[in-house]
C-alpha cells in the first residue's frame, strides 16, 4: 500500500506517529507572585519601600502580560537572613506546594535586596522543582537554570549584595565614631542607670531638624545616681558584687528593670542580682564621657554542620581598638574617672587569680538564718583570718579554729586549738566607747584626732597590692629556675601566664590608686552629723540597727587572744584613716 506523501512530510509523519501538534500561542506571563523585602522600620519607611519595589516588579513584568496575583514583603528582615527564616518568603515557599497557589511564576522588584551570598543557589532549584519562574529585573528577563551566564550573573549579584551591605555598615559605623569622639553624642538606646534622656535641642542635621527631629542627651537621675555612688563606694570598700545586690534588695532599692519596666520588658524587675551590680561597675559612661562599641554584632552560624541555616546575631565584648571615647565630657558625672579606675584595677587585682581570690577578697554576705552583730568584722591576731560566729548555749561567740588551717602554715606551732571572743562582751565595750567617742561634748575631740590621722596609716589597698606582688615575682623566680634546672618550658607556660598577670595588676593598682583625700573640720563634722544620733543607736536593741551603724562606721576587730584584748578600728569619714580604741573583753 502506497500512502501518498504531502507537501509537507512533518505533517505526515506527525499523522501516521499519532503526534497532535498544536501551535503556540502568546499569552504573556500570566498571574505572577510578588517579593519584596524592607530591612529596618527605624532606618526605612516600609510603605514607601514596598511601593517602590512592588512598582518596579510591575513595570517589569506588565508589558509582558503579567499580573501581580500575590504579594509577599518582609519588614524588619536583614538580607542576611536565609528564606527559610524571613516569615514572608518563608510562607512564599511554602505556597510552592500548593497546586492551586493560582500562580506560577515570581518577579522581585530589586534583586540585591532579595538575595544575599549564595542564597540565590540554594532556593532556585526549589522554584525549578515545583515549576515556578523567577523574573529578576537585573537579568532582563526571566531566570534560565540551563542558562550559565545567568548563574553567573545571580552569583555576582549575591556578591554585589554582601558587598552593599559590608560598605553601608563600614559607613554608619564610622560615622556614628566621628560623632562620640568629637561630640560626645548620646546614640540613642537605652540609658544607664543614673541617667535619664532629656531633649538636647534641634537636630544639627538641617533637614532632619526640619522634620522635627530633636538630639537627646543624658542628665543625671538623682535617685538612682545615689544609689550607683553606693556601689562604687561599697566595691572600692571591699564588698562584692553579689554582696552589694543583697544589700540593696535588704534596703528594698528597685533595681534597674523595676525602677523602668518600660525600658527592660525583658528583665523580670524581681530583685538586683550580681551581675546587674557588675555592668554598673564596668560602664565607664558614669564618669561623664561618651563611649560608643563596647559591645559588638557578631553573626554566628546558627548550625556549623548546615551553613546554609545562615547566621545568627550574638553581642559581645569589642575588642578595645573598636571602643571609642569622647575627647571631653560630654553628659555630667556620677562618679570621677579616679573612683572608676581604682574599681577597674580592684577587679582586675581579684580577677588575676582566679575565682578563689575573688572570694577570698570580697565580703560576700550570705544569706544567713539570723543577723550576726560582728559578721566579717572580727579577726584573729594570730593567723589574721576572719573569725566566724559560733552559736552557743550561753550565749554568741565568734571563733577561730586552728583545724581549719591549711597544713604546713607556719602559724600552727602557735595558733591556740579554738580561740573564742564573746559577742555581748565585745558589744557593750563597743557601744560604750562609740557613745563616748561621738557624744556632743567630745565631738570636738573626735574630728581632731580623725583630722590628724590623716595620712599617718598606709592605705590597706596598697598593702594588699603590695603583697601580690611580691607573691607574683617570687613566684615568677622560682619558675625560671626551674626552666633553668630542665623542667620543659611548655609545662610552666599557664602558671608562669598567670602569675604575669597578677604582677601586672598589682603594679598598675600601686601606679594607679590615688592618695588619700585630705578633708577639712567642717567635712568631717558633716559626715558625722550624716550618722544620725549614736547614742540612741547604740541604745536600741534591735540588731539590724546596730549591724547598719556598724556597717557605716566600716568597723573592725582585732583581737589578741593572749592579752584577750581587742583593737576596735573605725572608719567613719571614707577616706580619713582609721581611728582606734582599745578595749578590755
Not at 524571613?86 to 493560582?102: D, V
Not at 518600660?262 to 557588675?278: K, L
Not at 546575631?313 to 569589642?318: D, H, L, S, V, Y
Not at 575565682?355 to 566579717?376: I, Q, V
Request: aromatic share 6%; with cysteine.
Amino acid at each position: 500500500m502506497t500512502v501518498e506523501i504531502s507537501r509537507d512530510p512533518w505533517a505526515t509523519l506527525d499523522e501516521l506517529l499519532g503526534v497532535e501538534v498544536v501551535d503556540a500561542v502568546e499569552d504573556g506571563i500570566g498571574p505572577v507572585a510578588a517579593y519584596g523585602r524592607c530591612s529596618t522600620e527605624d532606618n526605612q519607611d516600609p510603605k514607601t519601600s514596598r511601593g517602590w519595589q512592588f512598582g518596579n516588579a510591575r513595570t517589569f513584568v506588565e508589558p509582558l502580560g503579567g499580573v501581580i496575583a500575590e504579594e509577599f514583603f518582609d519588614i524588619g528582615q536583614s538580607r542576611s537572613v536565609p528564606w527559610e527564616r524571613r516569615e514572608e518568603a518563608s510562607r512564599l515557599l511554602q505556597a510552592l506546594k500548593n497546586p492551586y497557589r493560582g500562580w506560577n511564576a515570581v518577579v522581585v522588584g530589586e534583586g540585591t535586596r532579595c538575595w544575599f551570598g549564595n542564597q540565590f543557589s540554594l532556593i532556585a532549584p526549589k522554584f525549578a522543582a515545583y515549576g515556578v519562574d523567577l523574573w529578576v529585573p537585573e537579568l532582563g528577563g526571566r531566570f534560565d537554570p540551563r542558562n550559565p551566564s545567568h548563574k553567573m550573573l545571580m552569583s555576582v549579584l549575591g556578591g554585589m549584595s554582601e558587598s552593599e551591605r559590608q560598605h553601608v555598615q563600614a559607613r554608619v559605623r564610622a560615622a556614628m565614631d566621628a560623632q562620640v569622639l568629637n561630640e560626645g553624642r548620646h546614640q540613642g538606646g537605652r540609658a544607664p542607670y543614673g541617667y535619664e534622656t532629656v531633649d538636647g535641642g534641634p537636630h544639627p542635621n538641617p533637614r532632619k531638624a526640619a522634620e522635627g527631629y530633636r538630639l537627646r542627651v543624658l542628665a543625671i537621675d538623682e535617685e538612682s545616681a545615689g544609689v550607683v555612688r553606693r556601689i562604687f563606694a561599697e566595691y572600692l570598700s571591699g564588698r562584692g558584687d553579689r554582696a552589694i545586690a543583697t544589700g540593696l534588695n535588704r534596703d528594698r532599692v528597685p533595681c534597674p528593670s523595676a525602677r523602668r519596666p518600660d525600658q527592660n520588658p525583658h528583665r523580670s524587675g524581681a530583685a538586683w542580682q550580681g551581675g546587674t551590680v557588675r555592668a554598673i561597675l564596668d560602664n565607664p559612661r558614669y564618669t561623664g564621657y561618651a563611649f560608643f562599641g563596647r559591645w559588638m554584632r557578631h553573626e554566628t552560624l546558627l548550625d556549623p554542620d548546615d551553613v546554609a541555616a545562615g547566621h545568627v546575631i550574638r553581642f559581645r565584648k569589642a575588642s578595645t581598638d573598636r571602643i571609642v571615647r569622647s575627647r571631653k565630657p560630654a553628659h555630667p558625672e556620677i562618679v570621677s574617672v579616679e573612683e572608676f579606675t581604682q574599681a577597674q584595677l580592684l577587679r582586675m587585682s581579684k580577677s588575676a587569680g582566679g575565682l578563689k581570690t575573688a572570694r577570698k577578697t570580697e565580703r560576700s554576705e550570705r544569706p544567713t538564718k539570723r543577723t550576726y552583730l560582728f559578721r566579717g568584722r572580727v579577726r584573729c591576731t594570730v593567723c589574721a583570718r576572719k573569725m566566724e560566729a559560733s552559736p552557743r548555749a550561753r550565749g554568741m561567740y565568734y571563733r577561730c579554729p586552728a583545724r581549719t588551717l591549711p597544713i604546713g602554715s607556719p602559724v600552727l606551732g602557735t595558733h591556740p586549738a579554738t580561740i573564742y571572743l564573746r559577742e555581748d562582751v565585745l558589744q557593750e565595750a563597743v557601744n560604750k566607747w562609740l557613745s563616748e567617742l561621738f557624744a556632743p561634748k567630745n565631738v570636738d575631740r573626735t574630728v581632731a584626732a580623725l583630722l590628724a590621722s590623716q595620712g599617718t596609716d598606709t592605705p590597706t589597698n596598697h598593702d594588699t597590692a603590695r603583697k601580690r606582688l611580691a607573691k607574683a615575682e617570687q613566684e615568677l623566680s622560682r619558675f625560671q629556675a626551674a626552666i633553668k634546672a630542665g623542667i620543659d618550658p611548655m609545662a610552666l607556660v599557664e602558671p608562669m601566664n598567670e602569675a604575669q598577670a597578677a604582677r601586672a595588676a598589682a603594679k598598675a593598682e600601686l601606679e594607679g590608686t590615688p592618695p588619700p583625700q585630705t578633708l577639712t573640720a567642717a567635712e568631717v563634722h558633716a559626715m558625722i552629723d550624716s550618722l544620725g544620733d549614736i547614742g540612741a543607736t547604740v541604745n536600741d536593741a534591735k540588731v539590724e540597727t546596730l549591724a547598719g551603724l556598724y556597717t557605716a562606721l566600716d568597723l573592725q576587730v582585732l583581737y589578741k587572744n593572749n592579752a584577750h584584748v581587742a583593737d576596735v578600728i573605725i572608719k567613719p569619714v571614707g577616706n580619713v584613716n582609721s581611728a582606734r580604741v582599745r578595749g578590755g573583753t
